[in-house]
T-cell receptor, first 114, second 115 residues
C-alpha cells in the first residue's frame, strides 16, 4: 500500500526557533511532493511544490527538501512566529498501478508559543 | 480574484436525505477533485474529473455522485447511501490532472453534519 506518513502528529515550540517537519513516502516512483498549510476549519494553501528532479525549493522562511532514495521530504521553517501555527500536510504525487495518484499525509499540527 | 468557491460552508443533513455541495472555480483549470477529511486524518479522494462530461471514482466514491457539465463547476451529491457522511469536504482544482509540476488549489471547504 502506498503511504505518506508525517511524524510527529503535533509539535509545540517557542517563538523564534527554527524547526523541521518530516514527511515519509513508501515509493520512490514519485512525480512531485507538495507541502500545504491548513488553518482550523479552512481549506489547504499550497506552500511549496518540489519536482522529482529537484532537491529543494525555498519561499521566504520556508525551505522544503526532497530525497527520493530515502523516501523523505522535510519542511524547514526558520525563525518561527505565532502566525505559523497551523496544520502542515504533505502530499506525494505517486504512480500507482500505472496511474498518477496524489496521496496525503495526516498532517503535523504546529503550535508556536509567544 | 481567481479561486475556488465552495458552498454552503455549513450544511446539516437529515437521515435518508440527499444533499449537494457546490464547487465553482474561475481558474480555467481542467481538473477538479473532491476530497473528504475526517478529524486528525489526511485527505481521501472521492471523485475527480479531468475534462467536462467525464469523471472517475476515487478511493471512497460509494454513497457519492458528481457531475461535470461545465468546466467551472463540479458539484458533489452526498446520497442517503453514504452511511457516515459527517465530515469536512474539500474541493480542489489543477491545470491538468496529476500533471508534472502542477500545483493543486483548494477551496475553503464545507462542513456536513448528519442530524
Amino acid at each position: 500500500k502506498q503511504e505518506v506518513t508525517q511524524i510527529p502528529a503535533a509539535l509545540s515550540v517557542p517563538e523564534g526557533e527554527n524547526l523541521v517537519l518530516n514527511c515519509s513516502f513508501t515509493d520512490s516512483a514519485i512525480y512531485n511532493l507538495q507541502w500545504f498549510r491548513q488553518d482550523p476549519g479552512k481549506g489547504l494553501t499550497s506552500l511549496l511544490l518540489i519536482q522529482s528532479s529537484q532537491r529543494e525549493q525555498t519561499s521566504g522562511r520556508l525551505n522544503a527538501s526532497l530525497d527520493k532514495s530515502s523516501g523523505r521530504s522535510t519542511l524547514y521553517i526558520a525563525a518561527s512566529q505565532p502566525g505559523d501555527s497551523a496544520t502542515y500536510l504533505c502530499a506525494a504525487l505517486l504512480i500507482i498501478q500505472g496511474a498518477q495518484k496524489l496521496v496525503f499525509g495526516q498532517g503535523t499540527r504546529l503550535t508556536i508559543n509567544p | 480574484d481567481g479561486g475556488i468557491t465552495q458552498s454552503p460552508k455549513y450544511l446539516f443533513r437529515k437521515e435518508g436525505q440527499n444533499v449537494t455541495l457546490s464547487c465553482e472555480q474561475n481558474l480555467n483549470h481542467d481538473a477538479m477533485y473532491w476530497y473528504r477529511q475526517d478529524p486528525g486524518q489526511g485527505l481521501r479522494l472521492i471523485y475527480y474529473s479531468q475534462i467536462v462530461n467525464d469523471f472517475q471514482k476515487g478511493d471512497i466514491a460509494e454513497g457519492y455522485s458528481v457531475s461535470r457539465e461545465k468546466k467551472e463547476s463540479f458539484p458533489l451529491t452526498v446520497t442517503s447511501a453514504q452511511k457516515n457522511p459527517t465530515a469536512f469536504y474539500l474541493c480542489a482544482s489543477s491545470r491538468e490532472q496529476g500533471s508534472y509540476g502542477n500545483t493543486i488549489y483548494f477551496g475553503e471547504g464545507s462542513w456536513l453534519t448528519v442530524v
